[in-house]
């Protein structure tokens, strides 16, 4: 015998699928309630990325710019003195040149002060704080400086560098490679190699 819902138990299973068809619905807006605060979370945050880069940009971009004022400071505490301190090595050189660039058959070069007689240059690389990848680099521009600079194929070629710091590795290394190391002494720049030093001619 088959039985049949009373029209009361119809009534609360309509009633039942009604109020769980309305958690539902209330469940689903609530899940995209939090959706739409995750997204804004989200947005918030990449806004907040992008401030930050934009001011790490900023300040790397200060930073540079003071590297280069330091790096020029640096160049101009050392152009007044290097004819003086090369002639008290014996050197007679009379001419200063700052900011010599060259570039020839697809390459490039700046020397920060090129210090010449007729038959002498000295190529001195300026720095605000001068390490030893600093002194590394101008080995290589002196090892293609006559190539790039043929006017200069019969002068006798020494380098040299200079820094308002010098880190000792960096001196020592200079030192042992043949160039000359100018560093701030005080008031004034001085020739840090002593008189056993011998230059290194390219």
């Known amino acids: 015998?088959?039985?049949?819902?009373?029209?009361?138990?119809?009534?609360?299973?309509?009633?039942?699928?009604?109020?769980?068809?309305?958690?539902?619905?209330?469940?689903?807006?609530?899940?995209?309630?939090?959706?739409?605060?995750?997204?804004?979370?989200?947005?918030?945050?990449?806004?907040?990325?992008?401030?930050?880069?934009?001011?790490?940009?900023?300040?790397?971009?200060?930073?540079?710019?003071?590297?280069?004022?330091?790096?020029?400071?640096?160049?101009?505490?050392?152009?007044?003195?290097?004819?003086?301190?090369?002639?008290?090595?014996?050197?007679?050189?009379?001419?200063?040149?700052?900011?010599?660039?060259?570039?020839?058959d697809g390459e490039a070069m700046e020397i920060d002060l090129l210090v010449t007689n007729d038959n002498v240059a000295l190529a001195v690389e300026c720095k605000s704080r001068l390490g030893v990848e600093d002194v590394r680099e101008?080995?290589?521009?002196?090892e293609k400086i006559k190539r790039l600079m043929p006017r200069l194929q019969d002068s006798r070629i020494m380098g040299a560098v200079a820094g308002i710091v010098v880190l000792d590795e960096a001196a020592r290394y200079a030192y042992r490679q043949g160039l000359f190391v100018l560093a701030q002494s005080g008031d004034a720049v001085i020739i840090r190699n002593d008189d056993q030093f011998q230059p290194r001619e390219w």
């Open 138 to 142: 101008h080995l290589m521009r002196l």
């Open 1 to 104: 015998m088959t039985e049949f819902a009373t029209r009361e138990e119809v009534g609360g299973y309509f009633d039942d699928i009604k109020a769980l068809f309305r958690e539902t619905d209330r469940q689903f807006k609530e899940t995209d309630r939090q959706f739409k605060e995750t997204d804004r979370q989200f947005k918030e945050t990449d806004l907040k990325f992008k401030e930050t880069d934009r001011k790490f940009k900023e300040t790397d971009r200060k930073i540079s710019s003071l590297g280069d004022r330091l790096g020029d400071f640096a160049q101009e505490m050392v152009r007044p003195a290097v004819v003086r301190l090369f002639q008290e090595r014996g050197y007679d050189v009379h001419v200063v040149s700052p900011r010599v660039s060259i570039q020839r």
